[in-house]
């Protein structure tokens, strides 16, 4: 079976850090790009950053680029987003979800799902 594990979620006062994992299992990471997306309260999700193994692309949105770093270890197949200077703009739920490997290029959607981790930033 597939799965996503998304954790690291959790309460950080503004100007802090956090590191959110998606663990897969039931395929490899070669195989497709993991994306994160987050949706606040009252808001419509939205990409965050996306990495493909196989191709080496990324995508960041333009509100995080500088601030969030994703990354992955084929070996532990599991993806990271270091997230660093947060505001509270940043808070909401973030989910990881595996894609076509061209997907951070923009194109084709999202095959699974993890479940969400909830980010809260205070001012």
């Known amino acids: 079976d597939v799965q996503l594990q998304a954790s690291g979620g959790g309460l950080v006062q503004a100007g802090g850090s956090l590191r959110l994992s998606c663990a897969a299992s039931?395929?490899?990471?070669?195989?497709?790009?993991i994306a994160w997306f987050r949706q606040a309260p009252g808001k419509e999700r939205e990409g965050v950053s996306c990495?493909?193994?196989?191709?080496?692309?990324?995508y960041y949105l333009g509100s995080v680029k500088g601030r969030f770093t994703i990354s992955s270890d084929n070996a532990k197949n599991t993806v990271y987003l270091e997230m660093s200077s947060l505001k509270p703009e940043d808070t909401a739920v973030y989910y990881c979800a595996a894609a076509p490997n061209y997907y951070c290029s923009g194109y084709g959607y999202p095959t699974w799902w993890g479940q969400g981790t909830l980010v809260t930033v205070s001012s």
């Open positions: 990495i493909s193994s196989s191709d080496g692309s990324f």
């Open positions: 039931g395929f490899t990471l070669d195989d497709y790009a």
